[in-house]
Protein backbone atom coordinates (compact mmCIF):
# COMPACT_ATOMS: atom_id res chain seq x y z
CA UNK A 1 0.00 0.00 0.00
CA UNK A 2 2.84 2.23 0.96
CA UNK A 3 4.58 1.56 -2.40
CA UNK A 4 1.04 2.36 -4.26
CA UNK A 5 1.06 5.23 -2.38
CA UNK A 6 4.30 6.63 -3.23
CA UNK A 7 3.90 5.83 -7.20
CA UNK A 8 0.84 7.41 -6.97
CA UNK A 9 1.03 10.78 -4.74
CA UNK A 10 1.97 14.20 -5.99
CA UNK A 11 5.47 15.96 -5.70
CA UNK A 12 4.41 19.44 -4.32
CA UNK A 13 7.54 21.84 -4.40
CA UNK A 14 9.74 22.38 -7.06
CA UNK A 15 12.58 20.65 -4.25
CA UNK A 16 10.48 17.70 -3.39
CA UNK A 17 10.10 16.98 -7.21
CA UNK A 18 13.72 17.47 -8.02
CA UNK A 19 14.93 15.42 -5.19
CA UNK A 20 12.46 12.45 -6.64
CA UNK A 21 13.66 12.90 -10.50
CA UNK A 22 17.48 13.45 -8.79
CA UNK A 23 17.16 9.96 -7.08
CA UNK A 24 16.04 8.51 -10.45
CA UNK A 25 18.46 10.49 -12.42
CA UNK A 26 21.57 9.21 -10.48
CA UNK A 27 19.78 5.20 -11.33
CA UNK A 28 19.33 5.67 -14.71
CA UNK A 29 22.44 7.28 -15.68
CA UNK A 30 24.41 4.88 -13.44
CA UNK A 31 22.56 2.27 -15.85
CA UNK A 32 23.52 4.24 -18.53
CA UNK A 33 26.77 3.97 -18.23
CA UNK A 34 26.51 0.45 -17.50
CA UNK A 35 25.02 0.05 -20.92
CA UNK A 36 27.83 1.46 -22.33
CA UNK A 37 30.41 -0.55 -20.22
CA UNK A 38 28.70 -3.36 -21.71
CA UNK A 39 28.37 -2.46 -25.59
CA UNK A 40 32.57 -1.61 -24.56
CA UNK A 41 33.15 -4.62 -23.92
CA UNK A 42 31.13 -6.74 -26.68
CA UNK A 43 32.34 -4.17 -29.57
CA UNK A 44 35.18 -2.09 -30.97
CA UNK A 45 35.28 1.79 -30.89
CA UNK A 46 34.94 1.25 -34.74
CA UNK A 47 31.94 -1.35 -34.39
CA UNK A 48 29.96 1.49 -31.86
CA UNK A 49 30.49 4.48 -33.97
CA UNK A 50 28.57 2.50 -36.64
CA UNK A 51 25.79 1.28 -33.58
CA UNK A 52 25.49 4.87 -32.14
CA UNK A 53 25.32 6.39 -35.94
CA UNK A 54 22.19 4.18 -36.34
CA UNK A 55 20.35 6.49 -34.08
CA UNK A 56 20.84 9.32 -36.26
CA UNK A 57 17.58 9.40 -38.30
CA UNK A 58 15.34 7.73 -35.90
CA UNK A 59 16.99 10.54 -32.82
CA UNK A 60 16.43 13.34 -35.61
CA UNK A 61 12.62 12.69 -35.98
CA UNK A 62 12.04 11.62 -32.41
CA UNK A 63 13.36 15.12 -31.29
CA UNK A 64 11.94 17.18 -33.54
CA UNK A 65 7.94 15.38 -33.12
CA UNK A 66 8.67 15.19 -29.40
CA UNK A 67 10.70 17.53 -27.13
CA UNK A 68 10.31 20.06 -30.37
CA UNK A 69 6.42 19.95 -28.77
CA UNK A 70 6.00 19.15 -24.79
CA UNK A 71 8.87 21.04 -23.46
CA UNK A 72 7.64 24.36 -24.22
CA UNK A 73 4.03 23.80 -25.59
CA UNK A 74 2.13 20.69 -24.52
CA UNK A 75 2.98 21.15 -20.80
CA UNK A 76 2.54 25.01 -19.87
CA UNK A 77 -1.54 23.93 -22.02
CA UNK A 78 -2.01 21.13 -20.52
CA UNK A 79 -0.82 22.78 -16.89
CA UNK A 80 -3.63 25.33 -17.69
CA UNK A 81 -6.38 22.95 -18.75
CA UNK A 82 -6.11 20.30 -16.29
CA UNK A 83 -7.25 23.01 -13.34
CA UNK A 84 -10.05 24.61 -15.16
CA UNK A 85 -11.67 22.00 -17.50
CA UNK A 86 -10.14 17.99 -17.31
CA UNK A 87 -11.92 16.31 -19.68
CA UNK A 88 -10.63 18.94 -22.29
CA UNK A 89 -7.39 18.26 -21.48
CA UNK A 90 -7.58 14.77 -21.90
CA UNK A 91 -9.22 15.18 -25.36
CA UNK A 92 -6.00 17.36 -25.73
CA UNK A 93 -3.88 14.94 -24.76
CA UNK A 94 -5.23 11.90 -26.62
CA UNK A 95 -4.92 14.34 -29.93
CA UNK A 96 -1.41 14.95 -29.44
CA UNK A 97 -1.03 10.94 -29.35
CA UNK A 98 -2.92 10.96 -32.68
CA UNK A 99 -1.06 13.88 -34.57
CA UNK A 100 2.35 12.13 -33.13
CA UNK A 101 1.91 8.77 -34.47
CA UNK A 102 0.61 9.89 -37.94
CA UNK A 103 3.55 12.37 -38.11
CA UNK A 104 5.98 9.53 -37.11
CA UNK A 105 4.85 7.16 -39.64
CA UNK A 106 5.11 10.08 -42.56
CA UNK A 107 8.51 10.77 -41.37
CA UNK A 108 9.78 7.09 -40.86
CA UNK A 109 8.56 5.94 -44.19
CA UNK A 110 10.70 8.86 -46.07
CA UNK A 111 13.73 8.52 -43.87
CA UNK A 112 13.42 5.05 -44.54
CA UNK A 113 13.20 4.67 -48.10
CA UNK A 114 16.00 7.45 -48.39
CA UNK A 115 18.42 6.19 -45.59
CA UNK A 116 21.19 4.52 -47.95
CA UNK A 117 21.80 7.84 -50.02
CA UNK A 118 21.31 9.83 -46.68
CA UNK A 119 23.84 7.86 -44.68
CA UNK A 120 26.42 7.89 -47.37
CA UNK A 121 25.90 12.50 -47.00
CA UNK A 122 25.77 11.96 -43.58
CA UNK A 123 29.13 9.70 -42.66
CA UNK A 124 31.29 10.16 -45.92
CA UNK A 125 33.73 8.77 -43.85
CA UNK A 126 32.73 5.54 -43.24
CA UNK A 127 32.82 2.51 -46.10
CA UNK A 128 30.27 1.48 -47.95
CA UNK A 129 30.10 -1.85 -46.17
CA UNK A 130 29.65 0.40 -42.91
CA UNK A 131 27.06 2.39 -44.16
CA UNK A 132 25.19 -0.34 -44.81
CA UNK A 133 25.67 -1.95 -41.57
CA UNK A 134 24.48 1.28 -40.43
CA UNK A 135 21.27 1.69 -42.46
CA UNK A 136 19.92 -1.83 -41.83
CA UNK A 137 20.01 -1.05 -37.75
CA UNK A 138 18.47 2.24 -38.11
CA UNK A 139 15.56 1.08 -40.32
CA UNK A 140 14.65 -1.34 -37.03
CA UNK A 141 15.20 1.06 -35.15
CA UNK A 142 12.32 3.88 -36.02
CA UNK A 143 9.84 0.79 -34.35
CA UNK A 144 11.49 2.14 -31.20
CA UNK A 145 10.32 5.67 -32.07
CA UNK A 146 6.39 4.64 -31.99
CA UNK A 147 6.69 3.70 -28.26
CA UNK A 148 8.26 6.74 -27.30
CA UNK A 149 5.93 9.49 -29.30
CA UNK A 150 3.24 7.91 -27.31
CA UNK A 151 5.49 7.83 -23.74
CA UNK A 152 6.75 11.05 -23.98
CA UNK A 153 3.30 12.39 -23.95
CA UNK A 154 2.32 9.99 -21.04
CA UNK A 155 5.45 11.56 -19.71
CA UNK A 156 4.44 15.22 -20.08
CA UNK A 157 0.83 14.38 -18.63
CA UNK A 158 2.37 12.98 -15.42
CA UNK A 159 4.83 15.75 -15.04
CA UNK A 160 1.98 18.33 -15.57
CA UNK A 161 0.08 16.46 -12.78
CA UNK A 162 3.12 16.53 -10.53
CA UNK A 163 3.63 12.75 -10.23
CA UNK A 164 7.34 12.72 -11.43
CA UNK A 165 8.14 9.56 -10.10
CA UNK A 166 6.77 6.95 -12.63
CA UNK A 167 8.14 9.38 -15.66
CA UNK A 168 11.82 9.02 -14.06
CA UNK A 169 11.78 5.24 -13.37
CA UNK A 170 10.91 5.00 -16.91
CA UNK A 171 14.31 5.77 -18.25
CA UNK A 172 15.39 2.83 -16.28
CA UNK A 173 13.97 0.24 -18.32
CA UNK A 174 14.93 1.47 -21.29
CA UNK A 175 18.12 1.50 -20.26
CA UNK A 176 17.78 -2.25 -19.21
CA UNK A 177 16.49 -3.46 -22.26
CA UNK A 178 19.94 -2.42 -24.12
CA UNK A 179 21.77 -4.10 -21.10
CA UNK A 180 19.61 -7.42 -21.52
CA UNK A 181 19.32 -7.52 -25.12
CA UNK A 182 23.33 -7.01 -25.41
CA UNK A 183 24.42 -9.57 -22.78
CA UNK A 184 21.61 -12.09 -24.24
CA UNK A 185 21.80 -11.73 -27.92
CA UNK A 186 25.40 -10.43 -29.05
CA UNK A 187 26.93 -14.09 -29.32
CA UNK A 188 23.88 -14.59 -31.77
CA UNK A 189 23.40 -11.49 -33.69
CA UNK A 190 26.29 -9.16 -32.73
CA UNK A 191 25.58 -5.82 -33.41
CA UNK A 192 21.62 -6.23 -33.95
CA UNK A 193 21.50 -7.53 -29.83
CA UNK A 194 21.50 -4.19 -28.70
CA UNK A 195 19.29 -3.10 -31.56
CA UNK A 196 16.43 -5.43 -30.12
CA UNK A 197 17.57 -4.29 -26.70
CA UNK A 198 16.50 -1.00 -27.91
CA UNK A 199 12.79 -2.11 -29.31
CA UNK A 200 12.49 -3.73 -25.78
CA UNK A 201 13.60 -0.88 -23.40
CA UNK A 202 11.48 1.61 -24.93
CA UNK A 203 8.50 -0.53 -25.37
CA UNK A 204 9.05 -0.85 -21.20
CA UNK A 205 9.68 2.66 -21.22
CA UNK A 206 5.88 3.12 -22.28
CA UNK A 207 4.27 0.50 -20.40
CA UNK A 208 5.70 1.42 -17.17
CA UNK A 209 3.73 4.38 -17.59
CA UNK A 210 0.22 3.52 -19.21
CA UNK A 211 -1.21 2.88 -15.71
CA UNK A 212 -0.79 5.91 -13.81
CA UNK A 213 -1.76 7.87 -16.69
CA UNK A 214 -4.64 6.23 -17.28
CA UNK A 215 -6.40 6.09 -13.61
CA UNK A 216 -5.17 10.04 -13.87
CA UNK A 217 -7.97 10.16 -16.73
CA UNK A 218 -5.47 9.62 -20.06
CA UNK A 219 -7.71 7.72 -22.65
CA UNK A 220 -6.38 6.59 -26.26
CA UNK A 221 -9.39 7.55 -28.86
CA UNK A 222 -9.19 7.11 -32.14
CA UNK A 223 -10.43 10.58 -33.70
CA UNK A 224 -8.38 14.04 -34.04
CA UNK A 225 -10.26 17.19 -33.34
CA UNK A 226 -7.80 20.38 -34.06
CA UNK A 227 -9.37 23.41 -31.95
CA UNK A 228 -7.96 26.40 -30.10
CA UNK A 229 -5.57 24.49 -27.24
CA UNK A 230 -4.77 22.51 -29.95
CA UNK A 231 -3.43 25.31 -32.53
CA UNK A 232 -2.05 26.72 -29.30
CA UNK A 233 -0.20 23.98 -28.95
CA UNK A 234 0.89 24.23 -32.49
CA UNK A 235 1.89 27.66 -32.54
CA UNK A 236 3.71 27.79 -29.14
CA UNK A 237 6.23 24.49 -30.65
CA UNK A 238 6.90 26.11 -33.88
CA UNK A 239 9.50 27.98 -32.82
CA UNK A 240 10.70 25.17 -30.29
CA UNK A 241 10.37 22.98 -33.14
CA UNK A 242 13.08 25.43 -35.30
CA UNK A 243 15.17 25.24 -32.40
CA UNK A 244 15.49 21.33 -32.33
CA UNK A 245 15.59 21.07 -36.39
CA UNK A 246 18.89 23.26 -35.71
CA UNK A 247 19.44 21.06 -32.77
CA UNK A 248 19.28 18.15 -34.82
CA UNK A 249 21.62 19.85 -37.85
CA UNK A 250 23.99 20.42 -35.50
CA UNK A 251 24.02 16.59 -34.33
CA UNK A 252 24.54 15.62 -37.66
CA UNK A 253 27.43 17.71 -38.78
CA UNK A 254 28.89 16.17 -35.60
CA UNK A 255 28.27 12.53 -36.86
CA UNK A 256 29.56 14.13 -40.56
CA UNK A 257 32.38 15.58 -38.93
CA UNK A 258 33.86 12.49 -36.51
CA UNK A 259 33.58 9.90 -39.33
CA UNK A 260 36.39 12.42 -41.20
CA UNK A 261 38.59 12.29 -38.46
CA UNK A 262 38.35 8.44 -38.17
CA UNK A 263 36.05 5.82 -37.66
CA UNK A 264 36.22 5.07 -33.98
CA UNK A 265 35.97 9.28 -33.70
CA UNK A 266 32.18 8.79 -32.87
CA UNK A 267 32.14 6.64 -29.96
CA UNK A 268 35.00 8.99 -28.38
CA UNK A 269 32.45 11.44 -28.94
CA UNK A 270 29.65 9.73 -27.81
CA UNK A 271 30.73 8.01 -25.01
CA UNK A 272 32.44 11.26 -23.64
CA UNK A 273 29.17 13.16 -23.90
CA UNK A 274 27.37 9.93 -21.92
CA UNK A 275 29.64 10.86 -19.20
CA UNK A 276 28.89 14.67 -19.12
CA UNK A 277 25.35 14.16 -19.16
CA UNK A 278 25.33 12.93 -15.78
CA UNK A 279 25.90 16.31 -13.99
CA UNK A 280 23.48 17.68 -16.72
CA UNK A 281 20.80 15.45 -16.09
CA UNK A 282 21.47 14.98 -12.47
CA UNK A 283 20.86 18.41 -11.21
CA UNK A 284 20.24 20.27 -14.66
CA UNK A 285 17.75 18.58 -16.26
CA UNK A 286 15.88 17.07 -13.06
CA UNK A 287 15.47 20.45 -11.50
CA UNK A 288 14.49 22.06 -14.86
CA UNK A 289 12.13 19.62 -15.31
CA UNK A 290 10.76 19.70 -12.01
CA UNK A 291 10.27 23.56 -11.94
CA UNK A 292 8.37 24.16 -15.42
CA UNK A 293 4.95 23.24 -13.91
CA UNK A 294 5.25 25.28 -10.95
CA UNK A 295 6.83 28.38 -12.75
CA UNK A 296 3.86 27.82 -15.47
CA UNK A 297 1.37 28.74 -12.55
CA UNK A 298 3.29 31.45 -10.63
CA UNK A 299 3.86 32.95 -13.85
CA UNK A 300 1.14 35.89 -12.94
CA UNK A 301 2.93 36.56 -9.62
CA UNK A 302 6.35 37.86 -10.62
CA UNK A 303 7.98 38.63 -7.22
CA UNK A 304 7.24 34.54 -6.49
CA UNK A 305 8.38 33.55 -9.96
CA UNK A 306 11.35 35.37 -9.50
CA UNK A 307 12.27 34.10 -6.29
CA UNK A 308 11.83 30.06 -7.02
CA UNK A 309 13.43 30.47 -10.37
CA UNK A 310 16.56 32.22 -9.27
CA UNK A 311 16.92 29.73 -5.95
CA UNK A 312 16.59 26.80 -8.58
CA UNK A 313 19.43 28.65 -10.82
CA UNK A 314 21.57 29.08 -7.64
CA UNK A 315 20.83 25.50 -6.06
CA UNK A 316 21.83 24.03 -9.49
CA UNK A 317 24.53 26.04 -9.80
CA UNK A 318 26.41 25.10 -6.54
CA UNK A 319 26.03 21.35 -6.81
CA UNK A 320 27.02 21.12 -10.69
CA UNK A 321 30.16 23.26 -10.56
CA UNK A 322 31.99 20.67 -8.25
CA UNK A 323 31.41 18.13 -10.71
CA UNK A 324 32.37 19.62 -13.46
CA UNK A 325 35.53 20.30 -11.66
CA UNK A 326 36.03 16.89 -11.59
CA UNK A 327 35.37 15.25 -14.91
CA UNK A 328 38.20 18.07 -15.29
CA UNK A 329 40.53 16.35 -13.45
CA UNK A 330 39.64 13.16 -13.35
CA UNK A 331 38.98 12.51 -16.79
CA UNK A 332 41.30 9.76 -17.51
CA UNK A 333 40.89 7.43 -14.23
CA UNK A 334 36.59 8.03 -15.00
CA UNK A 335 37.16 6.58 -18.43
CA UNK A 336 39.36 4.03 -17.88
CA UNK A 337 36.79 2.89 -14.47
CA UNK A 338 33.82 2.89 -16.69
CA UNK A 339 35.07 1.69 -20.31
CA UNK A 340 38.36 0.16 -19.63
CA UNK A 341 38.18 -3.24 -21.25
CA UNK A 342 40.64 -5.34 -23.55
CA UNK A 343 38.94 -4.12 -26.99
CA UNK A 344 38.78 -0.42 -25.46
CA UNK A 345 42.53 0.34 -25.18
CA UNK A 346 44.66 3.17 -23.94
CA UNK A 347 44.86 5.19 -26.76
CA UNK A 348 40.87 5.49 -26.66
CA UNK A 349 40.87 6.52 -23.65
CA UNK A 350 42.67 9.40 -23.83
CA UNK A 351 40.63 10.60 -26.44
CA UNK A 352 37.47 10.48 -24.90
CA UNK A 353 39.12 11.78 -21.80
CA UNK A 354 39.85 14.98 -23.86
CA UNK A 355 36.46 14.40 -25.53
CA UNK A 356 35.25 14.76 -21.43
CA UNK A 357 37.31 17.53 -20.37
CA UNK A 358 35.93 19.67 -23.17
CA UNK A 359 32.46 19.31 -22.42
CA UNK A 360 33.20 19.80 -18.39
CA UNK A 361 33.97 23.13 -19.53
CA UNK A 362 30.19 23.81 -20.95
CA UNK A 363 28.34 21.45 -18.04
CA UNK A 364 27.39 24.37 -16.41
CA UNK A 365 26.28 26.25 -18.99
CA UNK A 366 24.10 23.68 -20.30
CA UNK A 367 22.13 22.96 -17.06
CA UNK A 368 21.62 26.87 -16.65
CA UNK A 369 20.56 27.08 -20.20
CA UNK A 370 17.73 24.39 -19.50
CA UNK A 371 16.43 26.02 -16.45
CA UNK A 372 16.27 29.54 -18.15
CA UNK A 373 14.56 28.36 -21.31
CA UNK A 374 11.91 26.64 -19.66
CA UNK A 375 11.51 29.97 -17.52
CA UNK A 376 10.79 31.62 -20.69
CA UNK A 377 8.44 28.48 -22.13
CA UNK A 378 6.41 29.32 -18.62
CA UNK A 379 5.54 32.35 -19.70
CA UNK A 380 4.54 31.73 -22.74
CA UNK A 381 7.81 32.99 -24.91
CA UNK A 382 9.73 30.42 -27.12
CA UNK A 383 10.79 33.20 -29.53
CA UNK A 384 13.73 34.30 -27.01
CA UNK A 385 15.05 30.96 -25.74
CA UNK A 386 14.62 29.39 -29.08
CA UNK A 387 16.12 32.76 -31.25
CA UNK A 388 19.30 32.12 -28.64
CA UNK A 389 19.80 29.03 -29.07
CA UNK A 390 20.10 28.80 -32.81
CA UNK A 391 22.37 31.90 -32.42
CA UNK A 392 24.52 29.37 -30.06
CA UNK A 393 24.27 26.30 -32.40
CA UNK A 394 25.55 28.32 -35.88
CA UNK A 395 28.57 29.30 -33.18
CA UNK A 396 29.31 25.52 -32.55
CA UNK A 397 28.64 24.13 -36.07
CA UNK A 398 31.05 26.91 -37.34
CA UNK A 399 33.73 26.66 -34.91
CA UNK A 400 33.31 22.30 -35.11
CA UNK A 401 33.51 22.48 -38.76
CA UNK A 402 37.06 25.13 -38.29
CA UNK A 403 38.62 23.09 -35.44
CA UNK A 404 38.05 19.85 -37.70
CA UNK A 405 38.63 20.66 -41.44
CA UNK A 406 40.63 23.87 -40.89
CA UNK A 407 43.10 23.18 -37.83
CA UNK A 408 42.59 19.36 -37.87
CA UNK A 409 41.73 18.87 -34.34
CA UNK A 410 40.38 15.43 -33.11
CA UNK A 411 37.28 14.75 -31.45
CA UNK A 412 37.81 16.85 -28.78
CA UNK A 413 37.24 19.81 -30.86
CA UNK A 414 33.41 18.72 -31.26
CA UNK A 415 33.03 19.05 -27.72
CA UNK A 416 34.78 22.05 -26.98
CA UNK A 417 32.54 23.74 -29.80
CA UNK A 418 29.54 22.63 -28.01
CA UNK A 419 30.60 23.88 -24.74
CA UNK A 420 31.52 27.74 -26.20
CA UNK A 421 27.72 27.14 -27.87
CA UNK A 422 26.07 26.67 -24.57
CA UNK A 423 28.20 29.16 -23.27
CA UNK A 424 26.72 31.86 -25.37
CA UNK A 425 23.41 30.40 -24.83
CA UNK A 426 23.34 30.07 -21.06
CA UNK A 427 25.00 33.66 -20.12
CA UNK A 428 22.56 35.63 -22.97
CA UNK A 429 19.64 33.63 -21.06
CA UNK A 430 20.50 34.75 -17.83
CA UNK A 431 21.20 38.04 -18.86
CA UNK A 432 17.77 38.54 -20.75
CA UNK A 433 15.56 36.79 -17.98
CA UNK A 434 17.50 39.38 -15.60
CA UNK A 435 16.01 41.99 -17.74
CA UNK A 436 12.48 40.69 -18.32
CA UNK A 437 11.91 40.25 -14.69
CA UNK A 438 13.63 43.51 -13.34
CA UNK A 439 15.86 41.51 -10.72
CA UNK A 440 17.70 44.25 -10.15
CA UNK A 441 22.06 44.50 -10.04
CA UNK A 442 23.11 41.83 -12.60
CA UNK A 443 26.84 42.34 -10.19
CA UNK A 444 24.51 41.27 -7.65
CA UNK A 445 22.60 38.45 -8.90
CA UNK A 446 26.30 36.95 -9.90
CA UNK A 447 27.54 37.03 -6.75
CA UNK A 448 26.15 33.43 -5.36
CA UNK A 449 27.62 32.34 -8.78
CA UNK A 450 31.21 33.67 -7.91
CA UNK A 451 31.29 31.86 -4.64
CA UNK A 452 30.13 28.76 -5.83
CA UNK A 453 32.84 29.09 -9.14
CA UNK A 454 35.61 30.58 -6.79
CA UNK A 455 35.09 26.73 -4.33
CA UNK A 456 35.07 24.62 -7.85
CA UNK A 457 38.16 25.95 -8.50
CA UNK A 458 39.94 25.50 -4.98
CA UNK A 459 38.82 21.94 -5.16
CA UNK A 460 39.59 21.18 -8.42
CA UNK A 461 43.54 22.37 -7.69
CA UNK A 462 42.96 20.39 -4.63
CA UNK A 463 41.76 17.27 -6.64
CA UNK A 464 44.83 17.70 -9.03
CA UNK A 465 47.01 17.90 -6.28
CA UNK A 466 45.98 14.72 -4.75
CA UNK A 467 46.10 13.03 -7.97
CA UNK A 468 49.29 13.09 -8.84
CA UNK A 469 50.89 13.10 -5.55
CA UNK A 470 49.35 9.87 -4.89
CA UNK A 471 49.72 8.00 -8.11
CA UNK A 472 53.04 5.85 -8.35
CA UNK A 473 53.71 6.49 -11.41
CA UNK A 474 54.05 10.21 -11.27
CA UNK A 475 57.21 10.17 -9.05
CA UNK A 476 58.37 7.04 -11.07
CA UNK A 477 58.66 9.56 -13.58
CA UNK A 478 59.45 12.61 -11.98
CA UNK A 479 61.22 12.05 -8.62
CA UNK A 480 64.36 11.03 -7.60
CA UNK A 481 65.01 7.23 -6.83
CA UNK A 482 65.57 7.63 -3.24
CA UNK A 483 62.74 9.10 -2.39
CA UNK A 484 60.49 6.94 -0.29
CA UNK A 485 57.63 7.26 -2.27
CA UNK A 486 56.67 3.99 -2.66
CA UNK A 487 54.96 4.33 0.79
CA UNK A 488 52.19 6.42 0.37
CA UNK A 489 51.20 6.05 -3.33
CA UNK A 490 49.09 3.52 -5.15
CA UNK A 491 50.02 1.44 -8.30
CA UNK A 492 47.11 2.58 -10.43
CA UNK A 493 48.02 -0.49 -13.28
CA UNK A 494 45.05 -1.99 -11.14
CA UNK A 495 41.56 -1.15 -10.87
CA UNK A 496 40.95 -1.66 -7.39
CA UNK A 497 43.96 0.89 -6.90
CA UNK A 498 42.69 3.21 -9.87
CA UNK A 499 38.81 3.38 -7.84
CA UNK A 500 40.58 3.74 -4.39
CA UNK A 501 42.64 6.89 -5.73
CA UNK A 502 39.22 8.36 -7.50
CA UNK A 503 37.21 7.64 -4.89
CA UNK A 504 39.70 9.35 -2.12
CA UNK A 505 40.37 12.37 -4.55
CA UNK A 506 36.98 12.80 -5.25
CA UNK A 507 35.95 12.91 -1.07
CA UNK A 508 38.64 15.16 -0.87
CA UNK A 509 37.35 17.85 -3.06
CA UNK A 510 33.75 17.38 -1.90
CA UNK A 511 35.45 17.80 1.86
CA UNK A 512 37.51 21.21 0.07
CA UNK A 513 34.05 22.30 -1.80
CA UNK A 514 31.85 22.41 0.95
CA UNK A 515 34.63 23.92 3.35
CA UNK A 516 35.06 26.89 1.31
CA UNK A 517 31.70 27.51 0.57
CA UNK A 518 31.42 27.41 4.19
CA UNK A 519 34.00 30.22 4.32
CA UNK A 520 32.22 32.20 2.13
CA UNK A 521 29.12 32.10 3.75
CA UNK A 522 26.97 30.08 0.84
CA UNK A 523 23.31 30.58 1.34
CA UNK A 524 22.89 27.55 -1.53
CA UNK A 525 25.43 25.44 1.37
CA UNK A 526 22.68 26.24 3.99
CA UNK A 527 19.71 25.26 1.89
CA UNK A 528 21.54 22.44 0.88
CA UNK A 529 22.06 20.84 4.12
CA UNK A 530 19.26 21.73 5.43
CA UNK A 531 17.62 19.21 2.63
CA UNK A 532 19.64 16.78 3.82
CA UNK A 533 18.95 17.10 7.52
CA UNK A 534 15.11 17.11 6.83
CA UNK A 535 15.30 14.13 4.35
CA UNK A 536 17.24 11.87 6.90
CA UNK A 537 16.11 13.01 9.86
CA UNK A 538 12.08 13.63 9.06
CA UNK A 539 11.95 11.19 6.56
CA UNK A 540 10.54 13.72 4.50
CA UNK A 541 11.74 16.02 1.43
CA UNK A 542 11.16 19.91 2.59
CA UNK A 543 11.93 22.84 1.05
CA UNK A 544 13.26 25.91 2.18
CA UNK A 545 13.70 28.43 -0.66
CA UNK A 546 11.35 26.39 -3.35
CA UNK A 547 8.40 26.15 -1.55
CA UNK A 548 4.87 27.46 -3.40
CA UNK A 549 2.16 29.02 -2.24
CA UNK A 550 -0.84 27.32 -4.63
CA UNK A 551 -1.56 23.85 -4.80
CA UNK A 552 -3.39 22.55 -8.09
CA UNK A 553 -6.45 20.28 -7.37
CA UNK A 554 -5.82 16.61 -8.13
CA UNK A 555 -7.34 14.73 -10.95
CA UNK A 556 -10.40 13.30 -10.53
CA UNK A 557 -9.10 9.78 -8.91
CA UNK A 558 -6.61 11.07 -6.48
CA UNK A 559 -8.91 10.47 -3.64
CA UNK A 560 -8.88 6.43 -4.73
CA UNK A 561 -4.96 6.39 -3.94
CA UNK A 562 -4.70 7.68 -0.61
Known amino acids: MMIKKLFDSQQKTVLSAATIIMLMVVASRILGLIRQRVLASFFTPDELSLFFAAFRLPDLVFEVLVFGTFSAAFIPVFTGLIKKNKKEAWRIAATVVNVGILALLGLAVILIIFSSHLYGV ?133 LFLASLISTASYTYFTLGNTIQLVPVGLFGVSIAKASLPTLSRQVGQKKIFRKTL ?55 FQAAASLLARAFYAMRDTKTPVTISIISLIVNISLAFAFVRVFKFPAWSLALAYSIGVFIQGTTLFVLINRRLKNGSLLKLLLPLFKSAFASVISGGVMFFMLKFFDRWVWIKKAPINLPFEKFVLDTRYTSNLLLLTIFVSLGGVVVYLLVSWLLKSEELTNFVNLIRRFFVSKKVGSVPFKETELVSGPPTDSSSS
Open 310 to 364: FNALYQMIFLVLPLSAALIVLRIPIVRLLFGTDIFGWEATVQTGMVVSAFAFGVI
Open 122 to 254: LAPGFTNGQQETIVSLTRILFLAQGFFVVSYVLTAVLESSRRFLVPAIAPLFYNLGIIFGTLIFAGRFHLMAPVIGVIVGSALHFLVQLPLSLKLGFRFKSQISIDENVRKIGKLAVPRIIEVSVIQIMKTVE
